[in-house]
């Protein structure tokens, strides 16, 4: 049976999508049954593999509670699969253009499990031993209280500013400080190539759907 141009591409997203989302979760696991919260591995001066967890933030920010992300992560997710089935069907979308929206949608749905599971089935990271997978339901929190958790930390420039420069002068510095995990790099590298490489597909896209509208 030979498989039709739309359905090749939608089954190179979906094998994007859980390559991806296999890489993220057995980072994630292995990080958090093997080091506490601010516990690292330095690999080197610029590279570290350090643990922390967030309330679902990307890069380690943590400002709104879980709920609230993950409902909007659901909704995302949703959209993006609706829109990246759509655009499997254009003959005029290429397979490159199709992989770019999967690592976005694989980033955001790797996140989602963290806050919907990871409160279930793992205990609490109390900083004294790492955390331990236990039977669904006996974690530290209910459904969608997890923490996602974030591990790569890599600290290209760490050094102080001059002393003659003004208002930071001898001021600690640091690029790059945030900690991400592998999920926020897909969402992060599908999202810019789409909008470096597919600015005008993505503009015609926009721009049809809103003459469509009026």
């Given amino acids: 049976m030979t498989l039709s141009a739309a359905m090749r591409k939608r089954l190179i997203a979906l094998a994007v999508i859980l390559l991806i989302l296999s890489i993220d979760q057995l980072l994630k696991v292995w990080v958090k049954t093997h080091l506490c919260p601010g516990e690292s591995i330095r690999m080197a001066d610029w590279a570290y593999i350090a643990f922390l967890e967030n309330k679902g933030m990307a890069f380690g920010m943590d400002f709104i509670g879980t709920w609230p992300l993950c409902i909007f992560r659901l909704v995302a997710v949703g959209f993006l699969g609706w829109f990246l089935w759509r655009m499997a069907a254009k003959p005029r979308i290429g397979w490159p253009f199709i992989v770019l929206v999967a690592m976005v949608l694989a980033g955001a749905a790797g996140n989602i499990i963290d806050n919907v599971f990871y409160g279930l089935i793992f205990s609490d990271s109390n ?28 600290p290209i420039i760490d050094t102080n500013w001059p002393q003659w420069m003004p208002l930071v002068g001898g001021d600690h510095f640091v690029f790059f400080s945030p900690i991400f995990n592998f999920a926020d790099a897909a969402i992060t590298t599908g999202g810019a190539l789409l909008v470096i490489c597919y600015y005008k597909t993505l503009n015609r896209l926009l721009t049809r759907k809103k003459s469509d509208k009026d």
């Fill in 127 to 154: 900083g004294i031993t790492p955390a331990a997978l236990v039977s669904f339901g006996h974690g530290y929190g209910s459904l969608m209280e997890g923490k996602v958790v974030d591990m790569f930390y890599f």
